[in-house]
């Protein structure tokens, strides 16, 4: 069987961020966005949590905002079902998830398979899940990070776009040294982005090769 290859998409895009709490990483794509670096628009930005301070972010910018609650569906497919018609509905190429803290279910991996990218606080595949700048400082490891990498049904695990180190401190504590991640995280998230939206990804299997880089 050949290998599958994916490649984004060389075109102005449209994208949806999805987000529970501050979107920090929105903001950093946004204004990426703004100032010409990024040939997209933000269609949509979803959330999970009503009070969500990065939807009132998005709704003073004057973007289009949607809340779905989760507690009106029985279960987290019938719920990524919804939320999957009203990214349809909205034609978007490209869904940013940027602190939402739900795990999608395998349905929304499939139907937006190589075109759903998350970014993760540590240098996967090493600590995935929650926590990780602790687990970092728990291990004793002299580097952290981020990764920008796109979704799959297995949490934290697909294949990786970009990567930023950082120095892990001998005094860091978890408050700390998740300020410097975040710092990189606004760089290197919209680059990710910018890249898609260039037509220079390209997936094969686990691993994405940047065109022309």
């Known amino acids: 069987m050949a290998e599958e290859i994916f490649v984004s998409p060389k075109k102005k895009g449209r994208i949806a961020v999805f987000l529970s709490g ?3 990483n929105f903001r950093a794509i946004h204004e990426a966005i703004t100032a010409g670096k990024i ?12 009070a969500a301070p990065g939807l009132l972010t ?11 609650n989760p507690k009106l569906f029985p279960n987290r497919e019938e719920y990524d079902k919804e939320a999957v018609r009203q990214v349809r509905k909205r034609d978007v190429d490209l869904v940013c998830l940027a602190g939402y803290m739900r795990i999608l279910s395998p349905y929304f991996c499939r139907e937006f398979k190589s075109r759903c990218l998350n970014i993760h606080p540590a240098l996967l595949p090493s600590f995935p899940g929650l926590h990780v700048q602790q687990k970092a400082i728990d291990w004793g490891v002299k580097f952290s990070g981020a990764t920008v990498h796109f979704v799959a049904e ?20 978890e408050e700390t040294l998740a300020a410097r991640i975040l710092v990189e995280e606004h760089k ?23 065109r022309d880089a």
């Open 22 to 24: 501050r979107g920090s």
């Open 39 to 50: 040939n997209a628009s933000v269609a949509l930005v979803f959330s999970n949590v009503e």
């Open 58 to 68: 998005a709704r003073e910018r004057g973007l289009e905002t949607f809340y779905l």
């Open 154 to 173: 297995e949490v934290d695990m697909g294949p990786i776009v970009i990567q930023a180190m950082v120095p892990v401190l001998q005094d860091d504590t």
């Open 188 to 210: 290197i998230y919209p680059e990710a982005v910018r890249l898609f939206f260039e037509g220079r990804l390209e997936v094969r299997g686990r691993r994405v090769f940047i």
